[in-house]
């Protein structure tokens, strides 16, 4: 009985280290996110002057699929590092009232331009080229998305195909992502 108390405390012990913290909108929240004007041509020169890609991640209140990404998949030190290094993250709340400015200049409150751009999950990801083009919105610009929850490898290999230019050459991310986790996993 001792072990078995020991074995539940643990468990609960890892579980309470592996939570993320969720802010006063109810998301979840991470020390790598952005806290910007949401103007996403500003966002996307300061990554550029970072080096790194500009990442919106669009999240909602009581998402049971992004509590999953950030407690399986973001908390894990090869994903979050890889995150850190090398990607701007801004976070936009599906239904928030939050200004944010689209590449095309459009200013909408967060929830209407989620609206705009057409997302209808969450978590979605959505990331940016260096340089977008004058009058595109973020969906027309993105070289990446990723509506829903996904695992450890689709996420780093998306991430990674993301960082390589995949998105420039003959091997879509779906092959990509094959070939990837046939040499991950053997």
Known sequence: MKKFLFALASLMLATQLHASEIGDDGL???PWFR????????DLSEANAEGKRLMV?????GCIY??????EVFSLPEV??????????????????????DFDGTALPEKDMVSKWG????????????EVGEG??????AVANMPGAFGKWTTINLFNWVLEKGYEGDE???????RKFMEQNG
């Open 28 to 30: 979840h929240k991470e």
């Open 35 to 42: 806290d910007t004007f949401k103007d996403l041509s500003e």
């Open 57 to 61: 991640m669009i999240e909602q209140r």
């Open 66 to 71: 992004c509590k999953k990404m950030h407690e």
């Open 80 to 101: 979050k590092s890889l995150i850190e290094e090398n990607f701007y993250v801004i976070q936009i709340n599906m239904f928030g009232d939050v200004e944010v400015t």
């Open 119 to 130: 997302a209808l999950f969450t978590p979605t990801i959505l990331i940016f080229p260096e």
């Open 136 to 141: 595109m919105s973020a969906p027309q610009a």
């Open 172 to 178: 879509t991310f779906q092959k990509y992502h094959a």
